[in-house]
């Protein structure tokens, strides 16, 4: 098996099958290195990644509320204020 796969239960539908990472601050190949970079991966199934009607993909709810978690996981990790975050990530996801 691929390490871009793996065998584990879905956090969103608790069924055991093979995941498949989702890169919380995906759609260019710099932010998907950042994502890499901080762990803002989440590992789901292929129906609640992508095909299901409330997948990560369709549902833009569901996404933002992945990358307010994990950018204020990230800032605490590594210390940073908002400006840092923003000089690094370049936008913020957390509500003013």
């Known amino acids: 098996m691929s390490k871009s796969f793996k065998k584990a239960i ?3 539908c608790q ?5 498949s990472p989702h890169h919380v601050f ?3 190949k710099k932010m998907r290195k950042f994502s890499e970079k901080y762990n803002a991966i989440e590992w789901v199934c292929w129906e ?3 095909t299901n009607k409330n997948s990560i993909h369709r549902n833009a709810k569901l996404r933002n509320i992945l990358k307010i ?10 210390g940073w204020n908002i400006d840092m975050w923003i000089k690094e990530a370049h936008e913020s996801f957390l509500m003013e």
Request: hydrophobic content about 30%.
């Open 10 to 12: 879905c956090p969103f």
């Open 15 to 19: 069924k055991l099958t093979i995941l």
């Open 26 to 28: 995906g759609g260019t």
């Open 48 to 50: 609640c990644h992508v």
């Open 69 to 78: 978690k994990h950018q204020k996981r990230i800032m605490e990790e590594q």
